[in-house]
């Protein structure tokens, strides 16, 4: 049967700011500027701003804007980083790419993310830092992981490439720990059109360690200070992602209300056998709406069936990917592992009309009498 709701339709997304987009583009094209720039710099202002941060630097994508910031904090050889066992594999790269050892530590039913609970036991005399990861768009319990890093002098890096806005604990995420990094990827909740990311942080001295990391190593042209990477942002995305910025507080709001509609439907259901992942007290900005089934297959199949495109965030954790196994597929994430084996992800793009809204919610409803 032909999807009736897309899980993604990126197309759509865009089309409100296609004629703005349009005239930005063409100002870039005829302003002769294509890498940094008085764009860019805008860019890094607005978002700077709309996180309450001092700082915020353009960088290239989510990946490089975490490798960056583990440079930025001289974190290399022979440091571990503690990182959730759950999450896209790019944190664990991060961690990776500049030879520092990853530390799993596994997540919190309630949410999905690093249970704070198992941090302290992993801490050794090598812990550099911890990388929580505020997946879904639902923040990792900063205050509680703060209080652990502060106790033992430890650096937080927050993964927040999807919880762009998300102010579960009271700031915006990724302006709690030392540096907060942010994927700008087409399908994130603030999105271009294109590979983008940024960091931000209150500390001025990182930031610029970042933008010369970022820059070859180079502030000065033809001086390269240390062995950097070419990650910069361009005038265009910039433009892209300043308009779209403008409208994030509306597009927070709009997926709220089609998780508030999707939550009601899931509570209808007796005995529930699809649950939302997120616990009630917990109300992010909502990049992905997470529902567990042990039943997955029927009940994409049922989704499939009328209509609605679901998809799997992530189906296998990092430590069993082909690349970690070797080194991590022994350790035990149990509540990792069962995520990945029970997560489903439905459609949430703010452009769904209430149509849209109410197909996959009878969907829902109808999935009980497909069981019996
Ligand atoms: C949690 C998380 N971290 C990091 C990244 C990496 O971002 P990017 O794809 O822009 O490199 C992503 C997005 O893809 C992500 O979801």
Not at 147 to 154: R, S, T, V
Not at 205 to 227: F, P, T
């Amino acid at each position: 049967m032909m999807s009736k709701v897309k899980f993604l339709d990126l197309k759509r997304l865009n089309a409100p700011y296609a004629a703005a987009f349009t005239e930005a583009a063409n100002s870039a094209i005829s302003s002769g500027v294509y890498i940094g720039g008085e764009t860019v710099r805008q860019f890094e202002l607005d978002f700077a701003s709309f996180c309450g941060a001092r700082e915020c630097v353009a960088v290239g994508n989510g990946l490089d804007a975490l490798i960056l910031s583990l440079r930025a904090l001289m974190i290399g050889p022979g440091d571990e980083v503690i990182v959730p066992g759950h999450t896209f594999i790019a944190t664990w790269l991060a961690v990776s790419q500049v030879g520092a050892t990853i530390v799993p530590v596994d997540v919190d039913q309630a949410t999905g993310n690093i249970d704070v609970r198992l941090i302290r036991s992993v801490i050794t005399s090598r812990t550099r830092a911890i990388i929580p990861v505020h997946l879904y768009g639902t923040s990792a319990d900063l205050p509680q992981i703060l209080e652990i890093a502060k106790a033992h002098n430890i650096y937080v890096v927050e993964d927040a490439a999807q919880a762009h806005g998300d102010t579960t604990f009271g700031q915006a995420a990724g302006n709690y720990g030392h540096i907060g990094c942010f994927s700008f990827y087409p399908s994130k909740n603030l999105g271009a059109l294109g590979d983008s990311g940024g960091i931000i942080t209150q500390d001025k001295r990182l930031a610029d360690r970042v933008r010369e990391l970022a820059n070859y190593g180079s502030i000065e042209k033809y001086v390269h200070n240390e062995k950097g990477l070419n990650s910069r942002m361009d005038p265009i995305q910039a433009s892209f992602l300043s308009i779209k910025l403008t409208y994030l507080p509306s597009i927070i709001k709009k997926r709220k209300a089609i998780a508030a509609s999707y939550t009601e439907a899931l509570l209808k259901q007796s005995p529930s056998r699809v649950k939302r992942l997120l616990q009630e007290q917990y109300d992010g900005v909502w990049h992905n709406f997470v529902v567990l089934t042990d039943h997955r297959v029927s009940f994409m199949e049922h989704m499939q069936s009328k209509g609605i495109e679901t998809a799997i965030h992530y189906p296998k954790v990092p430590s069993k990917q082909p690349c970690y196994a070797d080194d991590y597929g022994h350790i035990a994430l149990p509540v990792s592992e069962q995520l990945c084996a029970s997560v489903v992800s439905l459609p949430i793009g703010e452009y769904l009309g209430a149509d849209e809204v109410k197909a996959v919610c009878d969907a829902l409803l109808t999935y009980m009498g497909c069981h019996e």
